[in-house]
């Protein structure tokens, strides 16, 4: 079965930090740029961040460059995002998805609240 699963969101403190992982299965994960997206509440999907189907190259949204770093392991078909220093408005449902878009996760749900 060709899915994306994604896992460890929460609530966390303004200033703390979460690691989301998204496991791969039924396809060559290897093969493909991935990316994590959000949506906040009332608001559209946002990409956060990208990283190539090697790990070489990596993009990152100006809010949350330097705080967010996106990893992936291909032998181990895993994409994680750490995100450090989160602020409320990080609040949001994030998914893992194939950069084309073609596959999403059914998402986790990150809150930053005190």
């Known amino acids: 079965q060709v899915q994306l699963v994604e896992s460890g969101g929460g609530l966390v403190q303004p200033g703390g930090s979460l690691r989301l992982s998204c496991a791969a299965s039924?396809?060559?994960?290897?093969?493909?740029?991935m990316k994590w997206v959000r949506q906040a509440p009332g608001k559209g999907l946002e990409r956060v961040c990208s990283i190539a189907s090697d790990g070489s190259n990596t993009y990152y949204a100006d809010s949350v460059k330097g705080r967010f770093t996106i990893l992936r392991d291909n032998a181990k078909n895993t994409l994680w995002l750490q995100m450090n220093g989160l602020k409320p408005e990080d609040t949001a449902v994030y998914y893992c998805?194939?950069?084309?878009?073609?596959?999403r996760g059914q998402g986790t749900q990150v809150t930053v609240s005190s």
């Open positions: 998805a194939t950069n084309d878009g073609r596959l």
């Open positions: 039924g396809f060559t994960f290897g093969s493909y740029s």
